[in-house]
């Protein structure tokens, strides 16, 4: 069986990088190149190995990466004009991840904004509960999510292969058997869904079904402060009679 | 009627018309609904009217919003809000935030131009984002395909609160330093090549950038946010 989920739906090579430089806490414009480089062909590697579906862009950004670190590298007997015109071979990718930093960050100052429908209402007004857009994603990077699988599957008893088409689990059974569960208790951290003895097959396909869910919008996905990462399943609009007889878990505006 | 009203007389007939109104209503809306009062009455009665609404024990606020002026609910108040309408309110992806910001910021700009700073296909976040009504086509560049143009609407407006472009929150002031730092960067880099020659050593080139993007320390003893 062969299950492959897109990942470029949700975000792109500059998101990875820019997660990289976060996680790794160096300066944006000073960054380690083969430090970076090392660890982007890692996540590339992982997802590879997760059956996900990856787009053209990561590569073609793997193949840039290589290039300006090999250019890094070069000797030093080069001629010192030649130097002075080459520059810093870092530099085109630092603009564009700053540019792109600059509209995310853009991006969450808008978001915190009084928004209409969600904290300031006007007369009738019919909110729908949506999540608009791609994927199920509203604070956080697919990459985060993948952060989180990689811990689970340090922790994992050692598999021989991580062979997926030996799994007993199929990822549609795995989709099933999640949305059985979130009904039941609503909302569930990530690290809930996996006990100790969950094998690394397993792990790999309960992630998969996560991710179709969430590319659904099926299930949405929380940062939480202390819990990490939460999920949780919207009920169906017919099931609400009044909303004070439901709990409802904390929403993130 | 075309005969001249007092501000006591025009206020109550504005609130009635913001209130009945399904998008925020200008003021020259307003003067061609109440035709023959002068503009200035009618900007100071919606002003005295906002005074009265925004700064008295009320529910409701008058907001200048989207060139225009609204009815909207406290902010105070949004978790009783959210009970009403049982929690629900759509919200957008993170992707599809990203890129609206992107056009709200850079407009006009066509998808190509989009998808270069995103690095990755943005066909089906423009497309939630039409749908959506929170951008539009605004035109057509002359180059080879004549690619749509893409610009934010008046509902983008309304819905993050902003009563024009120019209100768009600032991006930080990157943009003044963001040339000088990388332009600082890559003097450093030059400038410790150069040194390395000198000296025949083998350390890194040093670089400083004055590090407001970074998240800092590269001993990691700073907090991730």
């Given amino acids: 069986m062969d299950y492959k989920v897109k990942l470029e739906i949700f975000e792109g090579p500059m998101d990875l990088l820019l997660h990289l430089i976060k996680r790794n806490e160096v300066d944006i414009y000073d960054i380690p190149i083969a430090t970076i480089t090392e660890q982007y062909l890692e996540y590339i590697e992982l997802i590879k190995s997760l059956n996900l579906d990856i787009a053209g862009e990561f590569l073609l950004m793997a193949a840039t990466l290589i290039h300006i670190k090999s250019k890094m590298l070069l ?48 007369r009738g007004i019919v909110p729908t509960d949506e999540i608009e857009g791609e994927g199920g994603l509203v604070d956080l990077s697919v990459f985060d999510l993948i952060e989180a699988l990689r811990e689970v599957l340090e922790k994992a008893p050692s598999d021989i ?45 309960t992630f998969l079904a996560i991710l179709e869910l969430v590319k659904m919008k099926m299930i949405r996905i929380y940062q939480s402060e202390d819990v990490g990462i939460r999920i949780y399943m919207p009920d169906k609009p017919e099931d609400e009679v009044d909303s004070s007889t439901t709990t409802k878990p904390e929403e993130h505006g | ?32 609904i109440l035709e023959g009062e002068g503009r200035e009455d009618v900007r100071a009665s919606i002003a005295e009217l906002m005074k009265e609404y925004n700064e008295t024990n009320r529910g409701i606020v008058i907001s200048e919003v989207a060139g225009g002026y609204q009815m909207r609910t406290r902010p105070e108040f949004v978790q009783w809000l959210r009970r009403l309408f049982n929690f629900r309110f759509s919200r957008l992806s993170k992707a599809a935030m990203e890129a609206l910001a992107i056009v709200a910021y850079k407009q006009p700009l066509t998808r190509v131009e989009l998808e270069d700073i995103r690095g990755v296909d943005c066909g089906g976040v423009l497309r939630t984002l039409l749908e959506k009504s929170l951008i539009k086509v605004i035109g057509r560049k002359d180059l080879p395909g004549r690619p749509s143009v893409y610009g934010t609407t008046r509902e ?41 020659e000198e000296e025949g050593g083998g350390a890194d080139p040093a670089g400083q950038g004055n590090g407001e993007q970074g998240c800092g320390d590269p001993t990691g003893s700073k907090d991730r946010s």
Wanted: proline fraction near 4%; glycine fraction near 4%; charge should be negative.
């Fill in chain 2, 156 to 196: 983008f407006l309304e819905a993050f609160d902003l009563k024009n472009l120019s209100y768009l929150p600032d991006l930080r002031d990157i943009e003044e330093s963001e040339s000088d730092a990388v332009r600082e960067a890559t003097e450093d880099y030059r400038q410790s090549r150069n040194n390395l």
């Fill in chain 1, 161 to 205: 292969s991580l062979n997926l088409s030996a799994e007993k689990f199929t990822v549609i059974d795995k989709i099933n058997r999640l949305m059985e569960v979130l009904r039941d208790i609503k909302n569930a951290t990530f690290n809930s869904l996996f006990s100790n003895d969950t094998t690394k097959g397993e792990i790999v396909v």
């Fill in chain 2, 1 to 32: 009627m075309s005969f001249e009203m007092d501000r006591e007389a025009l206020k109550p007939l504005i609130e009635a018309l913001i209130f009945a109104a399904d998008r925020p209503i200008s003021i020259e809306k307003l003067m061609n």
């Fill in chain 1, 75 to 122: 000797p030093l007997n080069e001629e010192p004009e030649e130097a002075e015109d080459e520059g810093d071979p870092r530099e085109e990718l630092i603009k564009r991840l700053i540019e792109y930093k600059k509209y995310k960050d853009g991006a969450i100052q808008l978001a915190g904004r009084r928004l209409l429908g969600r904290d300031v209402f006007i």
